[in-house]
């Protein structure tokens, strides 16, 4: 899965908050990290070893979203 597909499968919420809308595998140096719909990710809130929210911010950043 690239970049762009998993900015795909998040919805940015009012308060900064990324919420899933499809599961997701997210590839890290620790492993896969896989995210189910309605999982919800705030800045600081890791779910394993990534800032999710951080992850997704940077990524829209990089493609503009």
């Known amino acids: 899965m ?3 597909d ?5 919805e940015r919420q009012p308060d900064g908050a990324w919420l899933c809308m499809t599961p997701v ?3 890290t140096i620790d492993g896969p990290l896989a995210i189910e ?3 919800r990710f705030a800045f600081g809130q ?6 999710v929210a951080e ?6 950043a990089q493609f503009g979203s």
């Open 2 to 4: 690239d970049n762009v």
């Open 6 to 10: 998993i900015l795909q499968a998040f």
């Open 25 to 27: 595998t997210i590839a």
């Open 37 to 39: 719909p309605g999982m």
């Open 46 to 51: 890791r779910h394993g070893h990534l800032d």
């Open 55 to 60: 992850y997704l911010e940077q990524l829209g």
